[in-house]
Nanobody, 117 residues
């Protein structure tokens, strides 16, 4: 079955950086685009970034442009999110999945990112 396991979150000061990882299994990871999402308390889950199956094309939410970089390693079935210049408003639980509308129903547990001084 599909499994998505996110890791790499934590507490970081404003302006800091984090690198999130998502290990995927149970599907043909290398042929599908993958995305990162986030959900802040009291808010809807939102799409943050998407990378094409090949890794050479990506796109970002306006809030992430210029600060976040999505990448993937198909040999490791893993997608990454490098987050720089973090802001308090980036605080959320971060998830990976296929991009809309192809998300799997079985979301991972997510990884908490907290940006605070």
């Amino acid at each position: 079955q599909v499994q998505l396991v996110e890791s790499g979150g934590g507490l970081v000061q404003p302006g800091g950086s984090l690198r999130l990882s998502c290990k995927a299994s149970g599907f043909a990871f290398s042929v599908y685009a993958m995305s990162w999402y986030r959900q802040a308390p009291g808010r809807e889950r939102e799409l943050v970034a998407t990378v094409l199956y090949s890794g050479d094309i990506s796109n970002y939410a306006d809030s992430a442009k210029g600060r976040f970089t999505i990448s993937r390693d198909n040999a490791k079935n893993t997608v990454y999110l490098q987050m720089n210049s973090l802001k308090p408003e980036d605080t959320a639980v971060y998830y990976c999945n296929r991009p809309p509308p192809h998300q799997y129903n079985s979301w991972g547990q997510g990884t908490q990112v907290t940006v605070s001084s």
